[in-house]
Each structure stands twice: as structure tokens, then as C-alpha cells.
């Protein structure tokens, strides 16, 4: 089975950076395509970035060049660095895999 536990949201003010990290198992890590979704209060879960098993990245409009996802084979880990917040980027931040999602961790951006 398909675990996904996300850690490192919290609380920071705008102009701020945040490391998320997500730890999987169940799965061929190596092998497999990760990404990062988020929420925000009262709409739709939107795509942030996506890491092929290659490394080949991909970002949603509204981040790039402020967001870096990455991932760690050894560890089993997909990470995704946010630099430059803004209140705008205050939701959940959901691990995804293949339909498998982790259980989110919110990220607040103070102005």
C-alpha cells in the first residue's frame, strides 16, 4: 500500500521560504513520477509541480520561479522548496502519487 506522509508546512511571513517534504513507501520510488497539489479554503485541489523518475519538472504558472521540486531516490523523498511566499500560496499541501495522497500539511503566509 501507497503511503505518503508530507511534514514541514507552517506558519511564516510573506517573502518567506518553506521546505515541504514528503516520505513515501509501498511503492518503487525510483520509478515513479511525484507531485505536489495544494488547497486553499473554499476551492479546488490545483496542481503545484510534478517530478518525472527522470527528474524532468513541471510548475504551475502562478510558482515558477519561486518553487523548486525535487526528489531524494536514497530516501525516498520528493521535496519542494518555496521561496518568495505570498498570502496567496497560504492552502494544504497534498503529496501525490499515481491517485495516493498524503494526508496534507498547511502552509500560512502572513502579509
Known amino acids: 500500500q501507497v503511503q505518503l506522509v508530507e511534514s514541514g508546512g507552517g506558519l511564516v511571513q510573506a517573502g518567506g521560504s518553506l521546505r515541504l517534504s514528503c516520505a513515501a513507501s509501498?511503492?518503487?520510488?525510483?520509478?515513479?513520477?511525484m507531485g505536489w497539489y495544494r488547497q486553499a479554503p473554499g476551492k479546488q485541489r490545483d496542481l503545484v509541480a510534478t517530478i518525472t523518475s527522470g527528474g524532468s519538472t513541471n510548475y504551475a504558472d502562478s510558482v515558477k520561479g519561486r518553487f523548486t521540486i525535487s526528489r531524494d531516490n536514497a530516501k525516498n523523498t520528493v521535496y519542494l522548496q518555496m521561496n518568495s511566499l505570498k498570502p496567496e500560496d497560504t492552502a494544504v499541501y497534498y503529496c501525490?502519487?499515481?491517485?495516493?495522497w498524503g494526508q496534507g500539511t498547511q502552509v500560512t503566509v502572513s502579509s
Open positions: 501525490w502519487n499515481r491517485g495516493f
Open positions: 509501498g511503492m518503487i520510488f525510483r520509478l515513479n513520477a
